[in-house]
T-cell receptor, first 115, second 113 residues
Framework: AQSVAQPEDQVNVAEGNPLTVKCTYSVSGNPYLFWYVQYPNRGLQFLLKYITGDNLVKGSYGFEAEFNKSQTSFHLKKPSALVSDSALYFC?????????????FGDGTTLTVKP | NAGVTQTPKFQVLKTGQSMTLQCAQDMNHNSMYWYRQDPGMGLRLIYYSASEGTTDKGEVPNGYNVSRLNKREFSLRLESAAPSQTSVYFCASNQAASYNEQFFGPGTRLTVL
């Protein structure tokens, strides 16, 4: 069965510092990996995804993520954090071309960026 | 485009009452999903519909039923609400045949007393 883990419930960084939100996965075959962000009282918004090709993917709002097959990880990164990046972040994994597009979501990581 | 819309935004029920959560998307997506979000538990899939006319159970289907009314609309029904169903409910959609992301609605915050 596929699964995804976000080992940190909370990440705190100072504004202007780099940030990393971690995600590891377990899935047979080739995974499709996604990051979503959720602001308070809102639905999830897509940030970026890895399907195939270059292991470093770039997404919205200056975020990027690196797919590491040997470590089964897909960590979200940003070189310089903003206070407005404070939100709840979800990693999700999908596998295969079918399965009705279902994704398995991690439990989420709350990112707090302090001025 | 409105994207994915959900009604109502908030609802308070008493134990045993029934209600239907409505979801509609205007992106011509084949697949639609219902999730619940509880603190510290991420998103859990309740039911999904791969295409019009089909529905399947997800991870936590007990106590819920769904109807894929047409390609646009996917409703979630609680027949006899229980306090354990207090949660935030999200509807989402995507094109299942592609590798595209899911699009989420704004959510329904449900409290069962």
């Amino acid at each position: 069965a596929q699964s995804v883990a976000q080992p940190e419930d909370q990440v705190n960084v100072a504004e202007g510092n780099p940030l990393t939100v971690k995600c590891t996965y377990s899935v047979s075959g080739n995974p499709y990996l996604f990051w979503y962000v959720q602001y308070p009282n809102r639905g999830l918004q897509f940030l970026l995804k890895y399907i195939t090709g270059d292991n470093l993917v770039k997404g919205s709002y200056g975020f990027e993520a690196e797919f590491n097959k040997s470590q089964t990880s897909f960590h979200l990164k940003k070189p310089s954090a903003l206070v407005s990046d404070s939100a709840l972040y979800f990693c999700a994994v999908r596998w295969g071309r079918t399965n009705a597009g279902k994704s398995t979501f991690g439990d989420g990581t709350t990112l707090t960026v302090k001025p | 485009n409105a994207g994915v819309t959900q009604t109502p935004k908030f609802q308070v029920l008493k134990t045993g009452q029934s209600m239907t959560l409505q979801c509609a998307q205007d992106m011509n997506h084949n697949s639609m999903y219902w999730y619940r979000q509880d603190p510290g538990m991420g998103l859990r899939l309740i039911y999904y519909s791969a295409s019009e006319g089909t529905t399947d159970k997800g991870e936590v289907p007990n106590g819920y039923n769904v109807s894929r009314l047409n390609k646009r609309e996917f409703s979630l029904r609680l027949e006899s609400a229980a306090p354990s169903q207090t949660s935030v409910y999200f509807c989402a959609s995507n094109q299942a045949a592609s590798y595209n992301e899911q699009f989420f609605g704004p959510g329904t915050r449900l409290t069962v007393l």
